[in-house]
């Protein structure tokens, strides 16, 4: 049984850092992509970033490019988001996922098909 489990959302001021981290379990990850959505009240699920299953390669979405780092530990089978510079508006429930099909990297939610149960993220300003 896949199980994917988030840690490390709270609640920061603008401008501060947090360290998001997702351990997953059930089977092996090494050849699918990683990746990090979130979700605010009213609001549709949003790409924030996506890394390949070697961990050379990672896409960010535009709100967070120069802010936000994906990394992945395959032999731990973690991927981690580290946030720095957090705005008000990067409030939202964090959720990661794995990608459906082997060495495929993709920006959109239909590619991916386990996800975590999330973790909330507040930012004040």
């Known amino acids: 049984q896949v199980q994917l489990v988030e840690s490390g959302g709270g609640l920061v001021q603008a401008g501060g850092s947090l360290r998001l981290s997702c351990a997953a379990s059930g089977r092996t990850f090494s050849r699918f992509a990683m990746g990090w959505f979130r979700q605010s009240p009213r609001k549709e699920r949003e790409f924030v970033a996506t890394?390949?299953?070697?961990?050379?390669?990672?896409t960010y979405g535009d709100s967070v490019k120069g802010r936000f780092t994906i990394t992945r530990d395959n032999a731990k089978n973690t991927v981690s988001l580290q946030m720095n510079s957090l705005k008000p508006e990067d409030t939202a429930i964090y959720y990661c996922?794995?990608?459906?099909?082997?060495?495929?990297?993709?920006?959109?939610?239909?590619?991916?098909?386990?996800w975590g149960q999330g973790t909330q993220v507040t930012v004040s300003s």
């Open positions: 890394i390949q299953w070697s961990g050379v390669i990672a």
């Open positions: 996922a794995v990608g459906k099909r082997q060495y495929e990297l993709g920006v959109t939610d239909e590619l991916y098909d386990f």
